[in-house]
């Protein structure tokens, strides 16, 4: 098992800055790769970025150039810096943890942005 807490949520205006940590406990020497997603009301859950087991980041079209997700060597925690910040990013963020068996979640921050 892997539990994720995630923190750093809240209202910001249009134009800000963000960032969300996760922290994670548990069976972390079984975690591949470590991701945020996000859901918007309404909207299905999407993937904003990941983190792959070599280090490498991935990260989805709406928030290229704006975003930058980093995680330590332990798989002790996972953030996301989200810069520039649109009304359209507005959505209850998730960490997320994929082991070879399952995929584990936190259970949300939400994150509004002001226009």
Do not use: H
Not at 31 to 54: C, H, L
Not at 58 to 81: H, P, T
């Amino acid at each position: 098992q892997v539990q994720l807490v995630e923190s750093g949520g809240g209202l910001v205006q249009a134009g800000g800055s963000l960032r969300l940590s996760c922290a994670a406990s548990g069976n972390i020497v079984s975690i591949i790769t470590m991701a945020w997603y996000r859901q918007a009301p309404g909207k299905q859950r999407e993937a904003v970025a990941t983190v792959m087991s070599d280090g490498s980041p991935n990260y989805d079209d709406s928030v290229k150039g704006r975003g930058s997700i980093a995680r330590d060597s332990d798989y002790r925690w996972v953030s996301l810096q989200l810069d520039a910040l649109k009304p359209e990013d507005t959505a209850v963020y998730f960490c997320s943890a994929r082991t070879r068996d399952r995929r584990y979640w936190g259970q949300g921050t939400q994150v509004t942005v002001s226009s």
